[in-house]
C-alpha cells in the first residue's frame, strides 16, 4: 500500500469554526491532491498541488485554501466551515513516469461533520 | 472538458452471476481510463487501468474492462461474483499531459446469496 496517512481520521466541529485536515505521505511524489466524496456526486477535486508551493483549484475549491510547503505534506483548510462543507475528505497522490500519467493512490479519507 | 457517466447508481447480482458495470466517457484526447473500488470505510482502491495499451485490461479480483473508442465505453466486468465483491465502484478519465481525474458518480454493487 502507498504510504498515505490522513489527520484526523474523524472530526466533529462547530459552524465558524476553522479546519486543518492533513495529508502526509512517504512515497515522495509530486502531485497530491484533495477531493470531497458526497452521496451522488462521486469523488470531486477540491485543490491539488503539482510541487511545493505549487497549487491549483479544481471544481469545488470555494471555501477551501490549501498549502503545501514540504514535499510530503499538504493541508486542506476550511476557513469558516459551514453545514455544506460536511463530508468524507480524501487525500491522493501520483506521479509521473516518463510520459505516462500513473494512478492516484489514495488515503484513508477524514470524516467531518460541522453542526 | 472530460466526463464519466456510470449508468446505474446501483446494481444487484446474485452470488456467481455476471458482474457488468458500465462506464461511457467523454474526451477530447486520446483518454486514460480507470477503475477504482471503495470497500466501506476505506478509501479507493485501483482495480484497473487503460493508458493506450492493449484495449482489454485485466485487473485485480478477476476483474476486466474493454476500452472502446467506437462506443466511448469501458465497462467494467467479471465473469462470476462474490460476496466480496460488494463494495462501491468508480470510473475515472484523465488524457495524456493531464494531471488530473474527472471521477464518474459511482456505482454501489450489492451482491445476492
Known amino acids: 500500500d502507498a504510504g498515505i496517512t490522513q489527520s484526523p481520521r474523524h472530526k466533529v466541529t462547530e459552524t465558524g469554526t476553522p479546519v486543518t485536515l492533513r495529508c502526509h505521505q512517504t512515497e515522495n511524489h509530486r502531485y497530491m491532491y484533495w477531493y470531497r466524496q458526497d452521496p451522488g456526486h462521486g469523488l470531486r477535486l477540491i485543490h491539488y498541488s503539482y510541487g511545493v508551493k505549487d497549487t491549483d483549484k479544481g471544481e469545488v475549491s470555494d471555501g477551501y485554501s490549501v498549502s503545501r510547503s514540504k514535499t510530503e505534506d499538504f493541508l486542506l483548510t476550511l476557513e469558516s466551515a459551514t453545514s455544506s462543507q460536511t463530508s468524507v475528505y480524501f487525500c491522493?497522490?501520483?506521479?509521473?513516469?516518463?510520459?505516462?500519467?500513473?494512478?492516484?493512490?489514495f488515503g484513508p479519507g477524514t470524516r467531518l461533520t460541522v453542526l | 472538458a472530460q466526463s464519466v457517466t456510470q449508468l446505474g447508481s446501483h446494481v444487484s447480482v446474485s452470488e456467481g452471476a455476471l458482474v457488468l458495470l458500465r462506464c461511457n466517457y467523454s474526451?477530447?484526447?486520446?483518454?486514460?481510463l480507470f477503475w477504482y473500488v471503495q470497500y466501506p470505510n476505506q478509501g479507493l482502491q485501483l482495480l484497473l487501468k487503460y493508458t493506450s495499451a492493449a484495449t482489454l485490461v485485466k485487473g485485480i479480483n478477476g476483474f476486466e474492462a474493454e476500452f472502446k473508442k467506437s462506443e466511448t465505453s469501458f465497462h467494467l466486468t467479471k465473469p462470476s461474483a462474490h460476496m466480496s465483491d460488494a463494495a462501491e465502484y468508480f470510473c475515472?478519465?484523465?488524457?495524456?499531459?493531464?494531471?488530473?481525474?474527472?471521477f464518474g458518480q459511482g456505482t454501489r454493487l450489492t451482491i445476492n446469496p
Open positions: 491522493a497522490i501520483s506521479e509521473y513516469v516518463g510520459s505516462v500519467y500513473n494512478e492516484q493512490f
Open positions: 475515472a478519465v484523465s488524457s495524456q499531459g493531464a494531471q488530473k481525474l474527472v
Open positions: 474526451s477530447s484526447v486520446p483518454p486514460y
